[in-house]
């Protein structure tokens, strides 16, 4: 068995855990996040109801350059956003779902086809007969987002 830090340079992995203290430092870890962004990436999203994860989200799109205003799917499932580079992005909410052919269902094979997609999947926990998470060939980014004393703790693990 390799140790942590030896498997982790082999496969790649990049984690962070960064303190956010209020909305807008939220927005902006995210607007960073988005800039870096190039096609290609999935981020599953993972937090409490109310933990900040719209929040990040707008920041991501920022970063990406959409002006349009970004809303949580809750009700939608899916929004799609168009990226001036003539990108897209997809954001997920699967909350409500329960199956991995509700995702299918709504174009999710399709779109891992596009090689401008950036995918933000909300729920991943959600879809309780398949893990989502193992896609091989694509960039993996895991965020959970907790709150503490009033603080967002986001830690972001790259694949």
Same mark, same amino acid.
């Given at each position: ?14 984690? /962070?855990?960064?303190?956010?203290? &209020?909305?807008? *430092? +939220?927005? =902006?870890?995210?607007? @960073?996040?988005?800039?870096?962004? @190039?096609?290609?990436? %999935? ?11 719209? *929040?990040?989200? /707008?920041? $991501? ?9 970004? +809303? &949580?799917? +809750? ?10 580079n003539g990108g897209k992005l997809y954001h997920?909410?699967?909350? /409500? ?7 299918? !269902? ?6 891992? +086809?596009?090689? #401008? ?7 991943? !926990? ?7 998470? *193992? ?7 895991? %965020?959970?987002?907790? %709150? !503490? #004393? #009033? =603080?967002?703790? $986001? ?5």
């Open positions: 068995m390799f140790p942590a830090a030896a498997l982790a340079l082999a496969c790649k992995i990049i984690m /962070r855990k960064i303190l956010s203290n &209020s909305v807008e *430092e +939220t927005q =902006k870890i995210g607007q @960073k996040m988005g800039e870096r962004f @190039k096609g290609g990436e %999935i981020i599953f999203l993972s937090g409490i109801l109310g933990a900040g994860k719209t *929040e990040l989200i /707008r920041g $991501i799109a920022k970063g990406l350059g959409i002006k349009s205003r970004i +809303t &949580s799917p +809750t009700f939608n499932i899916l929004r799609v956003y168009d990226i001036p997920f909410d699967c909350y /409500r779902l329960k199956k991995y052919s509700d995702l299918i !269902e709504l174009g999710w094979e399709e779109i891992l +086809t596009d090689p #401008n997609f950036i995918i933000v999947l909300e729920w991943p !926990e959600c879809i309780a007969d398949k893990d989502v998470t *193992e896609i091989a060939e694509k960039k993996i980014v895991f %965020i959970e987002i907790k %709150i !503490e #004393n #009033n =603080k967002r703790f $986001i830690k972001i693990d790259e694949r």
